[in-house]
Each structure stands twice: as C-alpha cells, then as structure tokens.
C-alpha cells in the first residue's frame, strides 16, 4: 500500500524579511545594481541578498520585464581609462597624494534627485574603499584620528575588514558628543567620532589605544580645542547642509540650547536662501553645483563662492550666513581643520555632486593641499571627481589664497 507524498510546508518569510527583501529588489531592479553592489549597498553577504532577491522574486516581489536599449541607465558604467585620467589629473592640479574615484551608477552621486538610501549607500561604498586604501599603509605606532559621520563609520567597518590583527595603534577621536543617524534601511547608529574610535579599538586588540574627548560637543559658549595627543594620519568626511536632509545640526539637537537652536534654524532658512536664488537663476559654474553650507567634524562653514555666485547674491546675504554659521562653529568641539593641515596624511571621504565645491574648497583652503603637495587623499565618486576637477580647472579664487590658487591651475 503506497501513500501519496506529501510537499515540505512553503516557507513563509517574516515580516522583517519581506522588508529586507524589498530593499534588495528595490536596489537590483530599480538602481540597476549587480548583486556584490546589493550586498554591499545592505552591508550584507553576496550569499545573503542572492537569498534576499530569491525571496523577493517567490513572492512576487519582482516582475521581470524586457527593456529597449534606450531604456538602460546612462553611465551605469564608466570607462576605467577616462576614470584614470579623473584620478590623475585631481591628484595634479590640487597637489594631492592619492584620489580614488569610485565607478558608481551615476544616479548614487546626483545632485539634483536626492535619495537617503541611495546617499547611505554612496557613503558605504566610500567608506569601505577607505578602509581597504589605508590598512596596508598603517605601521604599528601609528596613531589614527577619527572622524564623524556614515562614510567614516564605513571606514571602520572596511578597515575592520582587511583582518589587520592586534596593532599597537593609537585611535584619537576629533570631535566630542554623541552622533546617532538614522539610516534608511537599517537600525540607528551612532556615528560619533568617540564611538567610532572604540569600535575600531575593540577590533585591534589590548595592542591598542584609544584617545576619546568624552564631552558634550556643543557648548553654550566658544570652546578651543585642545590635544591630548594629534595623529599622524586622518580620516574625515565632509557634509552639506540644507533643508530637509538630515545634518550636523540635527545631530547636535539634543544638546543644543534654544540660542543653538535658533542659529541653526537661521543658518539653514538663509543657506536655502541663497541656494533657490542660484537655482532659479540657473548658475551652474564650470557645470558644478554650488551649495552654500557645508560641514566639518559637525562644524558648519560657508563654502568659498566663485564670482559669478557672488555677483547674483544681494550685497551682505552671504555674510549674514557666514556671521551665523561661524558663531555656531565655535560652539561645537572639533579638531580645527586647519590643524590636520600639517599632519602626515588626511583622507577624506565624500561624495555626491552637491559637495564638489565643499570638496575643494575645503582641499585648497582648510588642508592647504597647494601648500603641502602630495601629502593628503580623496576618496570620492567618478562624477563627483569629474565636477570638482572642472572647478580645479576653471576656478578663479577669491581671499587670500586666490594668487597661489590661481598659480597652480594655471601651471
């Protein structure tokens, strides 16, 4: 007597699975990406979104259709010749000592559709190629100063990565005070350069020392940084400031008194200001996007505007701006940019074409890359690199730089 076989119940994912593979068929299908950039998009394994998108297609989740060539995204990919010549020519014309220009689907570094996840996983992608860049550099003794933000927590995880082992290194956080940002697809997480600094100790080992400020970052009134001990080589990212996105100011809200408050309030009210001004009037220098505020280890600065920016501005709105992002600055406890000039080695992090003109403006004017040839590193995207290399070409300064600046492009 034979009994009919019965079928393995169907699985049925959670509700926390159906999320997460959601997510992944949102980046395979609609961001284009192959599955390693879904992995690392998730910060999970090839293995585990291959899983994700097999999830994803048994539940419907993907409808497979077939597009005409036209349809296909432009400059999903990029010629690795014409990225060379990106890298190397960045590297020429601002002095620096290495640029790595990532080939990213163009869309991850618009500057005219922002997207949180897709920014998340910009700033992933930096980070982790970051992490990969400097661990065979770092020599025991070293001393490493960490920054804030998602790309530099994205350095720790690459870093952590290479399997360095026990080193006897010393961490050094930048700035003081508790970062927590909120990603799109995942957990809060705090991104504070104290934090980050003990994560990255935790992994090397007793061999390791950290230095943590241990503080609130935000003061009522101006505090001077003080050393314990500076580093011989930095890692640092770079934000801009405007509306609607979440920024260093949102991130210090919880410490900030009412005065903080209503300056930040004001400072991003009068950045917007002038951005919807050069908006409307539709300035694009040398094919770059300008925005107005940017910031530094959670310290706000106005970026270096380039003339026909400042001819269409009405006479005193960017001081207003600069007047109430620098009162600000000098409420927050960070490491002075300036210092980290005369390191050994900085590398910064950023991408997206809306920080091109922070990109190089924080180069030239706060690392003084002109001054100190081929001692500090960038790690951006191709379009980004592109962008701020027009404005390396093209760039006519204004301040006391403007004659070394203009020395160098020209040369």
């Known amino acids: 007597m034979s009994s009919a076989a019965t079928l393995p119940p169907r699985y049925t994912p959670s509700a926390r699975t159906l ?16 599955v390693s950039e879904v992995a690392l998009a998730m910060d999970i394994s090839v293995s585990m979104a291959s899983r994700l998108l097999k999830i ?92 804030y933000g998602r790309s530099v927590r994205a ?48 992994t090397l080992g007793a061999a390791a020392r950290v230095v943590v400020v241990g503080r609130r970052g935000y003061s009522s009134q101006p505090k001077q940084w003080k050393w314990v001990q500076k580093p011989s080589i930095a890692v640092v990212g770079l934000g801009v400031v405007e509306s609607g996105i979440f920024n260093c100011f949102e991130q210090r809200r919880y410490e900030m008194d009412d005065d903080g408050l209503a300056l930040a309030e004001g400072a991003v009210a009068k950045a917007e200001a002038i951005r919807n001004r050069v908006t409307t009037q539709r300035i694009r220098p040398w094919g770059a996007e300008y925005y107005p505020l940017a910031d530094f280890l959670g310290r706000p600065f106005v970026v270096e505007p380039p003339d026909d920016v400042r001819s269409a501005l009405p006479p005193g709105e960017l001081a207003e701006l600069e007047s109430v992002s620098g009162d600000l600055a000098q409420r927050i406890y960070a490491a002075p940019a300036e210092d980290l000039a005369e390191i050994e080695q900085t590398v910064l992090i950023a991408g997206g074409r809306r920080k091109a003109f922070a990109i190089w403006d924080f180069l030239t004017r706060f690392l003084s890359t002109l001054e100190h040839p081929r001692r500090h590193s960038l790690i951006t995207d191709y379009w980004t690199a ?26």
């Open 56 to 147: 994803a297609r048994d539940e419907g989740l993907i409808q497979e259709s077939v597009l005409h060539p036209d349809e296909l995204p432009i400059g999903r990919k990029v010629d690795s010749d014409a990225v060379r010549q990106v890298e190397d020519g960045l590297a020429r014309h601002l002095h620096l000592r290495r640029v790595i220009a990532l080939p990213v689907p163009e869309i991850f570094a618009s500057a005219n559709s922002f997207d949180t996840r897709r920014d998340d996983s910009l700033s992933r992608w930096l980070g982790n190629e970051g992490g990969r860049y400097l661990a065979p550099l770092v020599r025991g003794g070293d001393s490493i100063g960490i920054g």
């Open 19 to 34: 999320q997460r593979a959601h997510e992944a068929a949102r980046l395979f299908v609609e961001e284009r990406l192959t």
């Open 155 to 202: 350095f720790v995880d690459g870093f952590r990565r290479e399997n360095v082992g026990p080193r006897d290194l010393t961490l050094v956080s930048l700035a003081a005070g508790i970062s927590v940002y909120p990603y799109s697809h995942g957990d809060p997480f705090d991104v504070s350069a104290d934090g980050l600094a003990l994560v990255l100790g935790h």
């Open 386 to 411: 592109t962008d701020v290399l027009r404005i390396a070409r093209g760039a006519r300064r204004l301040g006391p730089t403007a004659r070394l600046v203009r020395a160098a492009v020209s040369a």
